[in-house]
């Protein structure tokens, strides 16, 4: 996907009513108050070597570097969100709200705006060591964060 692919979903979800119940789609998970969408995912990571692993993190890492350049164009500068202390609450069985739950998982740290009484941030992450990297986004309301 281009950047402008990418600006086009990050305006479809972050006008779209959130749904009264959870649910799950393949890139897609939304509940009360959020939507968390996967804009691109790379490849498995379980036989690759350290070097084929750093290329596809910088690759990631570059793109999402040009998505918050874009968006900082139309919102101004973002939060920097760190979702570290969301991951050890969530590891010690403490509640953690959505779609911080969710995000903390993937994600270590996320871009974020307020814009019209939403939140949108957007962040690049790996579930784990062997999974693919993502390129998501993340709209809740306003108080998600």
Do not use: K, N
């Amino acid at each position: 996907m281009t950047i402008d692919a990418y600006l086009t979903v990050i305006d479809r979800w972050r006008l779209r009513d959130f749904p009264a119940a959870p649910g799950r789609s393949a890139l897609v998970e939304s509940g009360p108050g959020f939507h968390i969408v996967g804009l691109r995912a790379g490849q498995e990571f379980w036989d690759a070597d350290l070097a084929e692993v750093a290329e596809a993190a910088e690759d990631f890492e570059a793109e999402l570097t040009a998505l918050v350049q874009a968006l900082s164009l139309r919102w101004g500068e973002p939060e920097t969100i760190d979702l570290a202390d969301h991951l050890e609450r969530t590891a010690r069985g403490l509640p953690v709200r959505p779609p911080l739950d969710t995000l903390c998982g993937y994600v270590p740290r996320m871009h974020g705006w307020r814009v019209q009484g939403r939140w949108i941030g957007v962040g690049v992450g790996q579930g784990a060591r062997e999974l693919p990297f993502q390129l998501l986004v993340a709209v809740g309301e306003g108080a998600a964060v």
